[in-house]
């Protein structure tokens, strides 16, 4: 009954897009948890003392008391979105796993970035952070960390997200719209100090990056290049044909690829 109204159960041979999708998330767990482990340590190392040198966060308003809220607010409009985009898409579960295995090469050279070089964290309440007062696990999961730089954490969610509704939504405004929130969502983390300027253009370079190189590899005419793994996990097994050259019968095709 649930798959009449709820698009992504409305397809056949479930099971075997749920253990894509199961593969997914493991690699995924792997990776956030190598994430969460690097944050912590460049929040246990992280430099303290003066800003480093920075063009936007130097001349730019700082919005210390309302920009924090602002980007976490947007942050978690991005993220719904992209849930309810999933929810209400008949292919759901592969968009599901796309966005799994985008997102963990995002957290795996975040992890190591992180693990690199420390320097000092541009929010005010970093400047005298004591790391043990924040060895709880609330704090390890839920909270933001600091020091952990390269590089912005929020903005390859925002944009990761904010792409995944673009690729997959034909309503041009929708589309348009989810170009323009990862935008505004980037410029607040700088005028909040959140992040240095260099840490959001590295988010951005990456994430548009990983997510053309993903789908591009995706595309059946490339498909068959790939590595066994990548066929596998990149294999359809219903009558629809390819989730892609769907999407590219639309009337709005793609904006960003």
Avoid at 13 to 34: E, P
Avoid at 95 to 119: D, E, K, N, P
Avoid at 149 to 172: D, K, P, Q
Wanted: proline share 4%; glycine share 4%.
């Amino acid at each position: 009954m649930a798959a009449g109204w709820i698009p992504i159960l409305n397809t056949t041979r479930v099971s075997q897009k749920a253990l894509r999708c199961l593969v997914g998330l493991v690699i995924w767990t792997l990776a956030s948890a190598a994430m969460i482990f690097a944050s912590k340590y460049a929040e246990f190392y992280h430099a303290t003392g003066d800003n480093l040198p920075d063009s936007v966060l130097s001349n730019a308003p700082h919005l210390k008391d309302d920009g924090p809220l602002m980007v976490q607010t947007l942050l978690a409009v991005c993220i719904l979105s992209d849930v309810l985009r999933m929810l209400t898409h008949r292919d759901g579960l592969v968009i599901f796993r796309r966005v799994l295995i985008v997102l963990s090469f995002l957290y795996t050279g975040r992890a190591l970035t992180l693990l690199g070089t420390q320097y000092p964290d541009p929010q005010l309440r970093c400047q005298h952070f004591q790391w043990w007062d924040s060895w709880n696990i609330s704090h390890i999961i839920l909270a933001d960390t600091c020091g952990d730089m390269m590089y912005s954490g929020h903005a390859i969610h925002m944009i990761t997200m904010s792409l995944c509704v673009h690729r997959y939504t034909e309503n041009f405004a929708v589309k348009w719209l989810y170009v323009l929130l990862p935008v505004i969502g980037s410029v607040l983390l700088l005028l909040a100090h959140m992040h240095y300027t260099d840490d959001v253009i590295v988010a951005w370079l990456l994430s548009v990056g990983a997510w053309r190189m993903y789908h591009f590899h995706a595309l059946p005419s490339h498909r068959n290049d790939a590595v066994a793994p990548f066929r596998w996990y990149e294999c359809h097994d219903d009558e629809h044909g390819d989730l892609l050259l769907d999407e590219r019968k639309l009337e709005s095709a793609p904006l960003l690829m």
